[in-house]
């Protein structure tokens, strides 16, 4: 017995860290989050697992809630393909394209640049993804901004890249201490002006996604902005607060949940990755209004009177809590 203890000690490291899979790109419906700054800087050049992020220096300047809607008549019009539209602030829309968990940015709406992808969408990836994930797509559109306006192409590569545990300290709603998986996605642009002579700048757009192990929320988020040219270098820091919607924290959700299709016509269908026993399905609106509940143990059911635009189903079944954004069309 003694021979065998060293190796089970070994063992524990990696079950204190382990990664889980990032089922969905986007933040839970309604969720809000505090605008943060720190001093010093925090620290995310590192990546691999087992890591170890103390963003303990956090001061709130502001707070963001996260709301989600389908596309407008005009919205789509602009950004051809969007299904989604999340608002983070007046100022700060980004839109998605998210057929059967394959997701891909269409346009990009912030106050120093606007991004349409009209060309060529960013993918981002087919969700869940795990640890080790990469993959670089070309992209291509138009721009405007205060200073010019005109086309861009480049590459975004997103990467699952970096698992371990992430400590905060309070900003409004109490410290957090867990284990996350993280991701990163990065832009590298090239923003071309052909009036009143013809200009090529560099512009790069790096974001982290620190998505929680036992419940998947996105619990902070960083985003920074560089276009030298035009002067702009802007960091915006998030710390999740809190989400009427959100699964209990006890709840470790490792298996992909998929609603299909989706978009949803008549009839909304849930698949597993295993066999699960469903105990309930509650489908709420956007505003966390509940519109249907069953309890029951089935994988399809009707939404035929359900109105156009966006909702949330969260299912309970034997093995966990999950939830999922659907369109109903």
Known sequence: MKTKLPFIFLLLPALFF???PINDFFSIPMSSYAIVESTPE????????????????????????????????GELATYPGTTEVLSISADNKIYSKDIS?????TGIAAPD?????????AYIGTFPLNFGYSNTDTVGGTFSSAFASGTFTGTVNATVDAYGTLNMNDVGEGTYSG???RLKVVQNLTLSISSPFPINAPATQTSYYYYDNSNNNLVFRSN????ALAGI????LESFLTNPLSTPNNVLVTNAFTVVPNPVGDVLNMQFNQNETIHSITLMDMSGRQVLSVNDNITSISVSHL?????LAKITTDKGVYTKKFLKK
């Open 18 to 20: 382990a990664q889980a």
């Open 42 to 73: 925090i620290d995310q050049s590192a990546s691999g697992g087992g890591l170890t992020w103390n963003f303990t220096n956090l001061t709130s300047t502001g707070t963001n809630l996260d709301i989600y809607t389908a596309p407008t008549a």
């Open 101 to 105: 968990d394959v997701l891909s940015l």
């Open 113 to 121: 640049v606007d991004l349409n992808y009209i060309n060529d969408n």
């Open 179 to 181: 284990n996350i998986t």
């Open 224 to 227: 920074t902005i560089e276009v």
């Open 233 to 236: 270098n802007e960091t915006v």
């Open 307 to 311: 109105q156009i635009g966006m909702y």
